[in-house]
């Protein structure tokens, strides 16, 4: 990836941040947008921004497509079209398999790596963009066919090493359904709940009353709502789906207040909290680089971890570049489990990958928080005294 | 309130902030909780922490009940035999109908003001607490009969000028309508959104790709599973009542995902946009202090006004202070508008108050962020160049 050149193709958000961090990094960069303003904004602060789509393209060796996703099929094909045989294409889109479906159509396998990076604001438009804001972030990539692994290989080195990030090799399909809960799902919840309290009698007490849990739990409904709209209607069936397995959690707490059963409602609770407290560390660090000659699967949670490796052990395997299916199930079952690459270091005939792989969450429905009624107006029991946070290393605010 | 004697019964997260709060401010205040490692851990901090209830709370002339909610009633009985008799008792439990109840049982009314801050963190312990946690909370006071104000006109005097507090009247009926929805029921969406990844085939790439969306919606979660439980029994049929209306809007929704509806759809989200950034500016700045000689009634939205009044209209009203019954109803209607008191001024025979009142939010479907496909890949259409926050002094994170 020395001296690459690289294309964005929608500079919004998204896409505009994926442009300032690669004009940070030193990499020579183009930018395109649909919206004349946009590119004169652009231009103002010294990015090139060519008004010509074909030309922007046209020696690059990586292009990101980061327009909104019902024009993602007909762009990636237009831009194939313009850009060098040998450039990997990508996207930034929310939902995947309809634009790998396209691709596939396309005749872009091996061309076209499928891509999603988990981060985002609710504002739109290059003057929101910000260098930083995919820095350290989950970075989903869909490798498609083992012969064609040379592209993916490209991508997540180029990724790993500008933007810090933790791609996470998923099928398309796999991808749809964990981001469905794990994105989709929370916007509906967080329009529901904002979409009640508007239409609620006591609206404006609700208003004034807004604690954190309020805020926290509706900020992505301020979203654009066309963009939302585009996103839960792109991945239907796994939305549905998921909403589905929320509402059944839902619908046991509901009834578990409605019985007066402290007992269940605090298990259910305490369950739901487990999965709370074990989310990996958010990346307002970017992941360690890797370190060569660490032997494979060590577990690095000792006293030397960094924080963000509580709750991943770190691993190391080396592939035989010719035949990619043995590397191509490894990875997509590392992304399965919750894994991500750390590094790519290509060999001789060899492709070696680092990777962290999440730990299960502890299971047990039992809350190790504070339950004891008297405890909880003060402090824990010694040894340690009376600090309490819920978990080494979470976030608190 | 000058050189008025404080007391923290119950030194948990919520009272031990209150308590290190009063300290910063120099107000002289003892601290008291059941447990010992926490009485013993406050002394080395510094802080009056007798062994004896009894002997906390004697010469108080505030005294502020922290302990958890289902030992509430027994403790403001306890308090109040201990305390003087002028002395001015409030709690800061999460529900406010069950503690009035018990208060008025013991004959406390006029000396017990039940109170409740809108602000928390998903931690416990006196270890947790912080002196500025509260700073500039919404503060919602309940006064109760019209004969009985003065408690609550020094209560709230001392919480404005010590925490900045947004102090919001209501009923304690009125209260738990809007907490339900404003804190309760987020608490409950936060716990199904969680438990049901929790409980997925695919937890572990959830876990993984969790982005802001989930990380925000479920922050709540990690919170100590006993208190959720306490809190939400506690306040069970106005939950239950809310989480109807939530999961109505819900069911809307989904219906509108299942028939690929997208115009239905963008209207429903829009819809709930509006409720969302029509919130006001969150407290990370402590209202101005009110201005004596501003005229009654004036609008102080122009470029002459802090962020936080985008929302709000400023109020200034005296009353004859014998009869409560006008003023008792004045506070209400405004804590029920989404009002919360700025000042109080007592004179002769009178007490003024100023206030701050919230507009109705924008009712309109229409959602004004950019919706134009093409547009949301690049710049809004000029004029104001690409800058496109979607609401001015929105909080982007």
Redesign the interface.
């Known amino acids: 990836m020395d001296a690459v050149r690289a294309a964005v193709v929608?500079?919004?958000l998204i896409?505009g941040s994926v442009l300032l961090r690669l004009v940070e990094a030193g990499v020579p960069v183009r930018g395109w947008?649909?919206?004349p303003?946009?590119?004169r904004?652009g231009r103002e602060r010294g990015v090139d921004f060519p008004d010509d789509l074909a030309r922007t393209v046209r020696d690059a060796g990586v292009v990101f497509l980061?327009?909104?996703l019902?024009?993602l099929p007909a762009t990636v094909a237009e831009v194939a079209a313009a850009a060098p045989v040998d450039c990997v294409l990508t996207d930034v889109g929310s939902t995947k398999s309809a634009v790998a479906v396209a691709a596939r159509r396309h005749g872009l396998t091996g061309r076209f790596v499928p891509g999603h990076p988990?981060?985002?604001?609710?504002?739109?438009?290059?003057?929101?963009a910000r260098p930083e804001l995919l820095r350290g972030a989950?970075w989903?990539l869909c490798p498609d066919q083992p012969a064609d692994l040379g592209p993916f290989r490209r991508l997540a080195r180029l990724l790993m090493d500008v933007f810090a990030a933790?791609v996470?090799p998923?099928s398309p399909e796999?991808?749809d359904?964990?981001?469905a809960?794990?994105?989709h799902?929370?916007?509906?919840?967080?329009?529901?709940?904002?979409?009640?309290?508007?239409?609620?009698p006591?609206?404006?007490?609700?208003?004034?009353?807004?604690?954190?849990?309020?805020?926290?739990?509706?900020?992505?409904?301020?979203?654009?709502?066309?963009?939302?709209?585009?996103m839960?209607?792109g991945n239907?069936a796994a939305?549905?789906e998921?909403?589905t397995?929320?509402?059944?959690?839902?619908d046991?707490?509901?009834a578990a207040?409605?019985a007066?059963d402290?007992p269940v409602?605090?298990r259910?609770?305490?369950?739901?909290?487990?999965?709370?407290?074990?989310?990996?560390a958010?990346p307002d660090r970017p992941a360690l680089p890797a370190r060569p000659g660490r032997p494979a699967l060590t577990d690095v949670t000792g006293p030397d971890a960094a924080p963000e490796d509580v709750a991943a052990v770190a691993e190391r395997l080396s592939f035989s570049a010719p035949d990619g299916a043995e590397e191509l199930a490894w990875l997509l079952g590392l992304?399965?489990?919750?894994?991500?690459l750390t590094g790519c270091e290509p060999g001789l005939g060899t492709v070696t990958w680092t990777a962290r792989r999440?730990r299960?969450?502890d299971?047990s429905p039992v809350?190790r928080?504070?339950?004891d009624?008297?405890?909880?107006?003060?402090?824990?029991?010694?040894p340690g005294?009376?600090?309490?946070?819920?978990?080494p290393g979470?976030k608190?605010?």
């Open positions: 929608g500079t919004g896409g947008d649909p919206d303003d946009t590119r904004y980061a327009g909104p019902v024009t988990m981060a985002g604001t609710e504002r739109a438009g290059l003057a929101a989950t989903v933790r996470t998923m796999a991808h359904e964990a981001a809960l794990a994105s799902v929370p916007h509906v919840l967080a329009r529901a709940l904002a979409g009640a309290a508007g239409r609620s006591v609206r404006d007490s609700v208003r004034a009353l807004a604690a954190g849990s309020f805020r926290d739990g509706t900020r992505v409904a301020g979203t654009p709502s066309r963009r939302t709209a585009d839960l209607l239907r939305v549905l998921q909403l397995a929320v509402r059944a959690y839902l046991e707490l509901a207040v409605e007066d402290a409602l605090t259910l609770l305490a369950e739901a909290r487990a999965l709370r407290v074990a989310l990996p958010p992304g399965a489990s919750g894994g991500w999440l299960p969450p299971r809350d928080s504070p339950v009624p008297v405890r909880d107006a003060g402090s824990p029991p010694s005294g009376p600090a309490r946070a819920a978990e979470q608190v605010t």
